[in-house]
């Protein structure tokens, strides 16, 4: 898929509420952009996930997004 920022800006639409960069190493990364309860963190959401490329990124997007809607 296209450049980093194509790619930037589709996971950031599918996954609403998540910021995406990038490493100078390479590394991709995602941060919430909201805060999470003591409670969701002690329940394994994190606030920050890391991936070696965006598929990987996209895969832990996904687990983290079930968490989220089990909780509702």
């Known amino acids: 898929m296209g450049d980093f ?6 996971i950031e639409r599918e996954f609403p509420g998540w910021l995406v960069w990038r490493s100078d190493a390479g590394r991709w990364y995602a941060t919430r952009s ?3 309860t003591d409670a969701q963190l002690q329940a394994g959401y994190a606030m920050t996930v ?3 490329d965006a598929d990987g990124l996209r895969g832990l997007l996904r687990d983290q997004s079930r968490r989220d809607a089990e909780d509702r």
């Open 34 to 36: 909201g805060d999470l």
């Open 50 to 52: 890391a991936s070696d």
């Open 5 to 10: 920022a194509d790619q930037k800006t589709a």
